[in-house]
């Protein structure tokens, strides 16, 4: 079955504890991304990539560090996370992230994150 | 600024009755415009994508309209289920050229009651 999953799913931790949420995904897409979900606000991106070895900054990437050396992971790291980070996270792929690119973009399960 | 907006926040409506969601954006340079579904507590699930040239696109119960000209798009949904109680989020990309930049609305929370 054709998915993107991510781990875990829900987390309670620390300020200051480095943590990392996991995404895979199995349909060999080229582009990954990472949202974060607030009440009130819309899906604000974190940091995307284009490639394996490629990334790049959302509109919202402070506090926050992914890497993508394989095609189908990309985690997100907070080294020192803080109680504004607390938010529920997607990971999300599609075939390609090319500006006029109508693929579907496929989301994650969501992983809702606490920080106290 | 690019921005994308929903409305109602909320609405309530009877099984079996339609609906229409709006949708106002100000993105600019266009590329496409999507709608999703988010149930509770799930990641949203894609239901349309429209570029510039198209006006109209169905998904089952689920019509979305645009008209590029007044940057407004809409969902209709049509002989309502109780399993179209969700949030329905519009999307829209921008045309940097480069990578997809997507902006996204707050959602309209739908509940669909007996």
């Known amino acids: 079955e054709a998915q993107v999953t991510q781990n875990p799913r829900y987390l309670i931790t620390v300020t200051g504890k480095k943590l990392t949420v996991t995404c895979s995904q199995n349909m060999n897409h080229e582009y990954m991304s990472w949202y974060r979900q607030d009440p009130g606000l819309g899906l604000r991106q974190i940091y995307y990539s284009m490639n394996v070895e490629v990334t790049d900054k959302g509109d919202v990437p402070e506090g926050y560090k992914v890497s993508r050396k394989e095609k189908r992971n990309f985690p997100l790291i907070l080294e020192s996370p803080s109680p504004n980070q607390t938010s529920l996270y997607f990971c999300?792929?599609?075939?390609?992230?090319?500006?006029?690119?109508?693929?579907?973009?496929?989301f994650g399960p969501g992983t809702r994150l606490t920080v106290l | 600024k690019n921005q994308v907006e929903q409305s109602p926040q909320s609405l309530i409506i009877l099984e079996g009755k339609n609906c229409t969601l709006q949708?106002?954006?100000?993105?600019?340079?266009?590329?496409?415009l999507r709608w999703y579904k988010q149930d509770t507590g799930r990641g949203p699930v894609s239901l349309t994508i429209m570029t510039f040239s198209e006006n109209t696109k169905s998904n089952g119960r689920y019509t979305a309209t645009l008209d590029a000209d007044t940057k407004q798009s809409s969902l209709h949904i049509t002989a309502s289920q109780l399993s179209d109680s969700a949030s329905y989020i519009c999307?829209?990309?921008?045309?940097?050229?480069?990578?997809?930049?997507?902006?996204f609305g707050t959602g309209t929370r739908l509940q669909v009651t007996l």
């Open positions: 949708c106002n954006y100000t993105v600019s340079p266009f590329s496409n």
């Open positions: 999300a792929s599609s075939r390609w992230g090319r500006a006029a690119s109508t693929d579907t973009q496929y």
């Open positions: 999307v829209v990309s921008e045309n940097t050229g480069t990578a997809s930049k997507l902006t």
